[in-house]
C-alpha cells in the first residue's frame, strides 16, 4: 500500500533561516506529490505539488522536487519568515485520487 | 474563494450519545466531500468518501453503522458519530471537492472538528 514519511516535528527556526523538511514515501504506482499548509485555526491548503519525476513544485518561496530515485519530496525554503508558522503535511495520490498523507510538522519561526 | 466550514469546532459528548458534524462548501458545489479522521501526531486517515444523492464509499476498516454519513445536497455533507465511545475521540476533517476530473488537488479542507467522548 501507499505511505508518507515525514520529519517529525516540532520545528523551530530563527526568522531567515534555511528550512528543509523531509518527505519520502512508498507507492505501489506512479504518484503524485502534494504539500499541504495549515495555519492555526485554519484548514488545510494546497502549498505546492508535482506530478512526475524530476518535476519542481514551487509557491510562496517553498520549494520541493519530484525524486523517484530516491522516492522523495523534500520541501525547502531559503528564508523563513514568522508567518511560515504552521503544520505541514506531505502527501501522495494515486490513480484512485485518495489522498494518503503523512503526520504532519508543526513549524515554528521566531523573530 | 473555496471555503469549506465545519461546526462545531469542537464538541464533547457523553459515551453513549450521538453527534452530528457538518461540513458545507461556501461558496462552491462539492459533488464530492470526504472525511478524515486524524488522532494526536499521526496522519490524516480518510474515513470515506461521499457523493451527492448516492450513498457513501467507506474505507477498509471504518464501520459504516457507526459513522453515518449523508451528502443530501452540493453544499452540506454531514457526519453522524451513532453510540459514541471514549475511543472514537479524534479530530475529524472534511474536504470538498468541486467535481470528479478536476483532480484530487481541487479538494479544498475544512477547518476540522475536534470530538471529545467522555
Known amino acids: 500500500g501507499n505511505s508518507v514519511t515525514q520529519m517529525e516535528g516540532p520545528v523551530t527556526l530563527s526568522e531567515e533561516a534555511f528550512l528543509t523538511i523531509n518527505c519520502t514515501y512508498t507507492a505501489t504506482g506512479y504518484p503524485s506529490l502534494f504539500w499541504y499548509v495549515q495555519y492555526p485555526g485554519e484548514g488545510l491548503q494546497l502549498l505546492l505539488k508535482a506530478t512526475k519525476a524530476d518535476d519542481k513544485g514551487s509557491n510562496k518561496g517553498f520549494e520541493a522536487t519530484y525524486r523517484k530515485e530516491t522516492t522523495s519530496f523534500h520541501l525547502e525554503k531559503g528564508s523563513v519568515q514568522v508567518s511560515d508558522s504552521a503544520v505541514y503535511f506531505c502527501a501522495l495520490s494515486d490513480r484512485e485520487e485518495k489522498l494518503t498523507f503523512g503526520t504532519g510538522t508543526r513549524l515554528t519561526i521566531i523573530p | 474563494g473555496a471555503v469549506v466550514s465545519q461546526h462545531p469546532s469542537r464538541v464533547i459528548c457523553k459515551s453513549g450519545t450521538s453527534v452530528k458534524i457538518e461540513c458545507r462548501s461556501l461558496d462552491f458545489q462539492a459533488t464530492t466531500m470526504f472525511w478524515y479522521r486524524q488522532f494526536p501526531k499521526q496522519s490524516l486517515m480518510l474515513m470515506a468518501t461521499?457523493?451527492?444523492?448516492?450513498?457513501?464509499?467507506?474505507e477498509q476498516g471504518v464501520e459504516k453503522d457507526k459513522f453515518l454519513i449523508n451528502h443530501a445536497s452540493l453544499t452540506l455533507s454531514t457526519l453522524t458519530v451513532t453510540s459514541a465511545h471514549p475511543e472514537d475521540s479524534s479530530f475529524y476533517i472534511c474536504?470538498?471537492?468541486?467535481?470528479?476530473?478536476?483532480?484530487?488537488?481541487?479538494?479544498?479542507f475544512g477547518p476540522g472538528t475536534r470530538l471529545t467522548v467522555t
Open positions: 461521499s457523493n451527492e444523492g448516492s450513498k457513501a464509499t467507506y
Open positions: 474536504s470538498a471537492s468541486p467535481g470528479q476530473g478536476h483532480g484530487v488537488y481541487e479538494q479544498y
